[in-house]
């Protein structure tokens, strides 16, 4: 309703502005005065800039409103004219929308003393907001005074306020007297004895007739989704079953509600034949369960009500009369007004008054359902779409509003529904969850002829925000992939230079990453970790992604607190591990050994790793520091470039938290020191690999032995060897500390003064072919036809290899065992440990884990190895002298004595120079030296 005000408003008109600000009327060549006071104040357009408006748009777009609300405060105070009084009403709204009355009361009035503001405002808005601010206040005189108030225009909202303030009786004589004004039926309560509420109204009576006219009527489908509203369901089905329209079918799909709501509905569906019951045994969601009863319709008119809302008795008449008397109209929507359950009306954010449009009422004719198909699946305003829809398709003037302005329905206002939930709030259709669906819904709109959905697509037409998503699991990924693609999350670039078999096989980046890559602890993003954030959020990685692509800033790195107390006055180590792998290996055994030493030194200890796959060994890193930070990040490769962004975000790391030095685990890393080099701080790095004799090494790196030596020596300032091997390689005495590789003895076991038959021999390792399984199977082969009294236990992971290796060998001597979470656990009941790699290693990690363990041990005699083994706890054998390791295991078999010999003499040895209390010291002493 348009406040009429003597307004001089071309006394204040700019006419360069409003065609500035509306091209429309510049292209259509009007006049600009003219224009605006035919048309554009009625369709809401502004004479001239108006400051305090201007800054409410940004306010109900803000994240953070504090520093607009201090503008529009200053405008309040500060201004002389109308922007003063306009602010005052921008604040009271804002305010009255989180139901701070005392706020709204201190702003608005002085927007009613301003005719200026009241016209440029052009509806009664204001007076409602003020209402409201003093009755939820309990002052009623106030309110009352209000009501008196000449200026405050008559009107349908105004009877509605002051029918809140009427006793029992007079309230409905109050609402038959609006209605009836409008030549429409009165209402009534249920029960005289009881007050008036929205459970206790009724429309006057209207019997059900069988006359010719009712049974010629085209039956109308209404359509309603039920979830707990046990309480609710007789209100809404008795208002409907009182239509003046008789010919309906009332179709109630129950969605899995666990109350006594289906209990309720099949005693109410006994009452009348035209309630037709559905039942989902899975709550799906009430667009699916619109979905489910328009799939059934049968009406010639199609439309849908809400479980919990009241309509007048009319409704359905009057909204198939205005689109039969329509020639052009294909659907119609009446009005409404929110309430609760005292009927006490209420409008969360007050626009031109509490009676507004009812886009839930939409009607249409069964062509548009052929044409148009179904609902959209989604939690929150696919109704608006589906009228935004039809516009599309049929245009402008093809849906018809029935007596505007005249609530013909109750609609229940309570907390707990979605409208009122904080994600889907009716705040985010101005920034946030509503307004990037009905943006995104648009858009479809505007760009696609065909606009039919599906009721069960796999697709979608286009992406919406996740959170709102009810669809099937295929739906959620297509909806993923059509987000991603044009999100800052996914980062296209980075992706395929990060993972070049993407590249090289021509796979939609986005596709492959949702379909396949996110399985394969694949990151889209050189920052973000979506395994991390998987693991902080103890959720699955799509709703990580989900949950990612909600929030308005992404994270600028994924963080976990450790269990080490942080000290300022401490020099902090970033330790940087190059693997995570789902089952941990001697490459995360080292680490975590590392580690150990660090958490009892004087330094703080922050940790980096690759990614959060497994969780036992995030756990065990975050007990052994301050900090752990996913970072995404690659092995370094001779054939690729930098990643700029990873070397950036290690900068972003180093100087946020002040890091003196960056400790790499091994040598493929080469991003963290990058970004130490070019921060001036000192790198180590731990070499852990000998590339001379270790192809596959060589080629996951894409460089020969010198090559790979070349790029440590660039890399890092100084060096550990954990080996004598691998200090002989680095070649670099000066800048490299010769520290081996630590057991944990307290772990370890003494095995028994005697060894039984058969004797176990083991060989634990990753099962890949470069660790030797092919030699040990033909030993194991040759033992057998020899009847040695021996059994060979293979300790480690199912993959493809062995799965090979048990069609080619079926041996009764030989036992697959699978992983094992502890070496020690598997070496226990080992009598002779096996090294048969066809790589030198540069330590022997699990030789050393068998000598503490009292194992004696068998091994090829090259790389590290043979600066554990000796003749004292174990014998050496030529590289792949097959024959040399069946001699030796019937050695020791012939001679069960020896067994326990050697392993007692590896006991001493690894007790002696591999403990913890023996590597530690010297470990921490070469980091101070470094420091200093």
């Known amino acids: 309703m348009v406040i009429e005000l003597n307004i001089k408003v071309d006394q204040y008109f700019d006419s360069n502005w409003y065609l500035k600000s509306y091209p429309d009327v510049a292209t259509a060549g009007v006049e600009p005065l003219q224009h605006y006071i035919k048309f554009g104040r009625s369709e809401g357009r502004l004479p001239f800039r108006v400051e305090a408006f201007e800054l409410e748009k940004e306010l109900w777009a803000a994240i953070n409103t504090s520093e607009l609300e201090k503008k529009l405060l200053a405008l309040f105070i500060h201004s002389n004219n109308y922007n003063s009084a306009i602010s005052g009403w921008v604040l009271a709204r804002w305010y009255g929308s989180c139901r701070k009355w005392d706020l709204v009361e201190q702003y608005l009035p002085k927007t009613l003393k301003d005719p200026l503001a009241l016209y440029l405002i052009a509806h009664q808005g204001p007076y409602l907001l003020l209402f409201d601010a003093y009755y939820w206040q309990g002052k009623l005189s106030a309110a009352q005074a209000l009501l008196n108030d000449n200026t405050w225009l008559k009107s349908n909202n105004k ?179 929110r309430a609760d359950d005292k009927l006490r009306f209420q409008c969360w954010r007050m626009e031109d008054g509490w009676i507004y449009r009812n886009v839930s009422s939409l009607m249409f004719k069964r062509s548009v359902f052929r044409l148009l198909g179904y609902w ?61 669906y009905h943006d995104a819904a648009v858009a479809w709109h505007k760009t696609h002829k065909k606009l039919y959905l599906s009721r069960l697509p796999n697709q979608r037409p286009f992406a919406v925000p996740p959170a709102m998503l009810r669809g099937n699991h295929a739906q959620r990924k297509h909806n993923l992939t059509l987000l991603l693609q044009s999100s800052e999350l996914f980062d296209r670039t980075w992706y395929l230079k990060r993972y070049p078999d993407i590249a090289k096989s021509g796979v939609e980046p986005v596709a492959h990453f949702i379909n396949n890559g996110i399985h394969e602890a694949r990151d889209c993003n050189p920052v973000i970790s979506i395994s991390g954030q998987t693991y902080l959020h103890k959720t699955n990685k799509l709703a990580v992604i989900e949950h990612l692509l909600n929030e308005s800033h992404l994270p600028e790195c994924t963080e976990l607190e450790g269990e080490i107390l942080f000290h300022d006055d401490k020099p902090t180590i970033l330790c940087v591990g190059h693997m995570v792998s789902e089952h941990t290996f001697g490459a ?106 270790d192809p596959d090494l060589c080629e996951a790196l894409g460089a020969d032995a010198e090559t790979v030596r070349n790029h440590c020596l660039k890399s890092s300032d100084y060096f550990i060897a954990n080996s004598l ?52 199977l033909k030993v194991a082969e040759l033992c057998e036809a020899r009847q040695f009294p021996i059994e060979f236990h293979i300790y480690g992971p199912e993959n493809e290899h062995t799965v090979n290796w048990k069609k080619q060998a079926s041996l009764q001597n030989l036992k697959w065992k699978g992983y094992c979470q502890s070496s020690f656990e598997a070496l226990k009941d080992t009598d002779i440990l096996l090294n048969l790699s066809h790589f030198q290693e540069s330590f022997g990690r699990t030789v050393i884990e068998g000598m503490a363990s009292g194992c004696a041990v068998v091994a090829y005699e090259w790389g590290a190895i043979p600066e554990l083994v000796d003749e004292k706890n174990g014998i050496l054998v030529p590289f792949k002298d097959i024959d040399g390791v069946v001699n030796a295991l019937g050695l020791l078999i012939n001679e069960p004595s020896l067994i326990v010999k050697l392993g007692a003499n590896g006991r001493s040895k690894a007790v002696e120079g591999y403990s913890y209390q023996k590597v530690k010291p010297s470990m921490l002493s070469a980091f101070q030296q470094i420091l200093k």
Not at 212 to 230: E, G, M, R, T
Not at 376 to 386: G, I, L, P, R, W
Not at 662 to 690: C, D, F, G, W
Request: proline residues 4%.
């Open 588 to 693: 995360e055994r080292s680490f975590l050994d590392t580690l150990k030493m660090f958490s009892q030194s004087d330094f703080n200890i922050i940790v980096v790793l690759p990614n959060a796959e497994n969780v036992d060994y995030v756990e065990n890193v975050s007990a052994l520091c301050s900090k752990v930070i996913f970072q995404p990040m690659q092995w370094w490769n001779a054939n690729r470039d930098t990643d700029e962004k990873v070397v950036d975000a290690f900068s972003q790391i180093i100087e946020q938290l002040n890091i003196a030095l960056v400790y790499a685990n091994t040598l493929v890393l080469s991003e963290p020191l990058n970004a130490a080099t070019r921060n001036n701080r000192k790198t180590v790095m731990h070499i852990r690999e000998l590339p001379l004799n």
């Open 376 to 436: 959209d699946n989604v939690s929150v305003n696919a109704d608006t779409e589906y009228y935004h829809r039809i516009l599309a398709s049929y245009g402008v003037n093809s849906i018809v509003e029935v007596l505007p302005g005249i609530p013909l329905s109750f609609g229940r206002a309570t907390n707990e529904s979605l409208s009122q939930t904080k994600t889907s709030h009716l705040r985010t259709q101005f920034k946030g969850l509503r307004k990037d």
């Open 725 to 776: 091997a691998v200090l002989n390689f680095i070649d670099l005495k000066n800048r490299a500390f010769l520290i081996p590789n630590v057991i944990d003895i307290d772990v370890t076991t003494s095995k028994l003064p005697s060894v039984k038959l058969p004797v176990i021999a083991s060989l634990l390792s990753s099962n890949l072919p470069k660790k030797g399984i092919e030699d040990l």
């Open 159 to 337: 009877l509605l306020a002051q029918n809140i303030l009427l006793d029992n009786k007079s309230r409905v004589d109050d609402l038959t007297e609006l209605f009836a004004n409008n030549q429409l039926l009165g209402v009534s309560v249920k029960h005289p004895e009881k007050p008036l509420g929205l459970d206790n109204l009724v429309g006057l009576n209207v019997p059900l007739s069988k006359m010719l006219k009712d049974i010629l009527q085209p039956l109308v489908s209404i359509i309603i989704p039920c979830f707990n509203a046990q309480n609710f369901i007789k209100t809404a089905i008795t208002s409907l079953l009182n239509q003046t329209w008789k010919k309906l079918e009332i179709i109630i799909v129950d969605d899995a509600s666990c109350d006594d709501s289906w209990q309720v509905l099949q005693s109410i569906s006994k009452q009348d034949k035209r309630i037709k019951l559905l039942r989902h045994y899975v709550n799906l969601g009430a667009y699916r369960a619109r979905n489910y009863g328009l799939s059934l319709a049968k009406g010639k008119y199609i439309t849908v009500h809400d479980i919990d809302d009241w309509s007048h008795p009319q409704k359905i008449e009057c909204q198939v009369n205005g689109l039969r008397q329509k020639r052009n109209a294909i659907a119609s929507v009446s009005h409404w007004v």
